[in-house]
């Protein structure tokens, strides 16, 4: 399994996820549900295109290049892991509907308990494994990390706007900071395996990024609004999700490296992402 890292570095993945989902809840109100009940078409479209085609695709991208080992798990499993937590701050900042966004969101991670063990038990049949996740591993792991932050930031905005519109701006800017500390600390302590496992993890991140960039994006139609969360939605995979399946069937500690890969390749290509949006909103108002 490799080494496991100190108790700070653990803290502080919990402590970042916690604050960007805390920060996050603090823009969901009644109304984005509301808005996204009145556009359930729309919803259940996008949450078809998020869910289903990535996980084909990379079933698809590892047979072609016929990948095995830890680097066709690592793929894998990241396909089939929805609801990142720092997707819904990347969809609001490349122009995502904020009333439609976090519904989204929402939307996804309560149904990556249904979705994530079907994915697993249909892929177990593909590659004749037996790999294992219950609802209950996956409603864990998304409760924690994601559910709990998210309803107390909404709670506070349903009772407390106030005090919602007054730390949610630095709470958001902490939780970037967090962020790219956490992400300077997966390279201190993946950057010599993934170094060892090769290119393959950040390039798999790279194709199937953009191949679920442009799915997303189809999966709104003509809803222009909704095409900024969808496309980052599909685009961004959930790697603690993904390492909680592998934890739970003994999978090496190669499998996180190739994780921390996928998601590098995947990072870089949504960001480029985002400030495209940015940049082509900035050009229609000028």
């Not at 609001?92 to 519904?103: C, L, N």
């Not at 407390?160 to 600390?185: H, Q």
């Amino acid at each position: 399994m490799g080494p496991s890292p100190p108790v700070w570095f653990t803290a502080l993945a919990a402590t970042t996820i916690f604050t960007v989902m805390l920060s996050l809840g603090l823009l969901l109100g009644r109304d984005q549900l509301a808005t996204a009940l009145r556009r359930r078409i729309l919803l259940a479209a996008i949450v078809f295109g998020v869910i289903v085609p990535l996980p084909i695709l990379a079933v698809a991208f590892v047979k072609v290049l016929n990948l095995e080992g830890p680097i066709r798990l690592g793929i894998i499993l990241m396909a089939v892991s929805p609801g990142a937590p720092i997707a819904l701050r990347r969809a609001i900042d490349a122009g995502g509907h904020s009333r439609f966004a976090p519904a989204l969101h929402l939307a996804l991670v309560l149904l990556a308990v249904i979705t994530v063990p079907a994915s697993i038990a249909i892929l177990n049949v593909v590659f004749g494994v037996a790999f294992r996740v219950s609802a209950f591993d996956v409603g864990r792991q998304v409760f924690f990390s994601q559910l709990l932050p998210i309803g107390l930031g909404a709670l506070t905005l349903a009772y407390r706007p106030d005090l919602a519109a007054r730390i949610e701006p630095p709470l958001a800017k902490l939780s970037n900071l967090l962020f790219i500390a956490l992400v300077l600390a997966c390279v201190y302590f993946l950057g010599g395996m993934l170094v060892s496992i090769g290119w393959m993890p950040t390039f798999a991140g790279l194709v199937l990024t953009a191949c679920a960039l442009a799915v997303g994006s189809a999966s709104a139609g003509n809803h222009v609004d909704a095409r900024p969360p969808a496309a980052v939605a599909a685009a961004m995979r959930n790697p603690g999700l993904a390492l909680l399946i592998a934890s739970l069937n003994n999978a090496g500690g190669a499998v996180a490296a190739v994780v921390f890969g996928y998601a590098l390749g995947a990072a870089v290509l949504v960001a480029a992402y985002v400030a495209w949006q940015v940049r082509a909103r900035r050009s229609n108002r000028n």
